[in-house]
């Protein structure tokens, strides 16, 4: 029961990944894939996608998996709770940010601070564990982390972030992707010219979807994997001191840059200029904090 409630999320991830990568008809969703990039067994992601095959979003091939039924600009809002979630998500989090939550609560005490049902809890808050800023504790209490609100433990995530990520692109082992590098080039111009009108969650998502692909093609796991951690932490913070975008015309185009510079092969340029890219943002963005 605990794995079918997650299926309205996952179906609302899997209808993101899609639109974010605008995927077109025909294009495999590897099932494995998507599991390991939501951090979920490979069960609820094959339930997801049974569920938006008898939606026409997905077709099934026998022996082959699941490929994309229509492109991803025409697919329909999902009516799947997820609207519902996503308000119960902004009310954890606004808490959690204000200061107005204790450090633990059980799940009864949020079913009724909040007015929702166990299974919506659940759902939301195994999001937020995903993300990395609660962890659940034996029986049926939560505990939210104390890097959240840190001023300083943001301060060292992006500090790690830039050391990481440089030396990444130094690696013997790094190899370009070159539909990788199409595809983030596409979406960094289209964030480009559309920042203003996109959601929080769209701009994080493009963002972050870049530094990670950036990561694979390093072709060390532990190089993605720590970043991968890194971002799941950040995310909640990022969305607390993100309302000014007017930055973002700089990072779209310091992101094109660096893609440049890879692809001319300069890879000490690169990681010299992605590590100052990084700490940048992560001066400005650190000093919102109160």
């Known amino acids: 029961m605990a794995r079918a409630s997650l299926s309205p999320q996952i179906m609302a991830r899997i209808v993101e990944h899609v639109r974010q990568t605008d995927m077109k008809a025909g294009q495999h969703l590897p099932a494995q894939a998507l599991a390991d990039s939501f951090k979920v067994s490979r069960q609820p992601i094959v339930s997801a996608l049974k569920k938006l095959q008898q939606m026409g979003i997905v077709e099934a091939a026998p022996n082959r998996g699941y490929f994309l039924a229509c492109d991803a600009d025409t697919i329909p809002d999902l009516d ?32 009724r601070l909040y007015g929702v049902t166990r299974g919506r809890l659940l759902r939301v808050l195994r999001q937020i564990a ?16 104390e890097i959240l609100t840190s001023r300083k433990a943001y301060a060292d995530a992006y500090q790690f972030r830039a050391a990481t990520e440089m030396q ?13 590098f199409a595809a983030a080039r596409r979406h960094q ?51 607390s001191i993100t309302h000014d975008r007017s930055r973002m015309p700089q990072q779209c185009q310091e992101h094109l840059q660096i893609l440049d510079l890879i692809e001319d092969r300069d890879m000490q340029a690169a990681a010299t200029f992605l590590y100052r890219h990084i700490r ?3 001066n400005i963005k650190s000093a919102l904090f109160t």
């Open 168 to 180: 990444a692109l130094l690696l013997p082992s790094f190899r370009i992707d070159p539909a990788a």
């Open 280 to 282: 940048e943002a992560g």
């Open 130 to 145: 995903d993300e990395g800023w609660i962890e659940r504790l034996p029986g049926n209490g939560w505990e939210f982390r």
């Open 189 to 239: 111009q289209q964030l480009l010219e559309s920042y203003g009108g996109e959601s929080r969650e769209k701009v994080f998502g493009t963002n972050i979807e870049f530094h990670e692909m950036l990561m694979t093609c390093a072709n060390n796991d532990f190089f993605l994997d720590a970043v991968r951690r890194i971002n799941r932490v950040r995310r909640l913070m990022e969305y």
């Open 80 to 111: 799947c709770d997820a609207a519902g979630d996503d308000v119960l998500y902004d009310r954890i989090a606004a808490d959690t940010l204000g200061g107005r939550l204790p450090e633990r609560l059980s799940e009864n005490e949020l079913m």
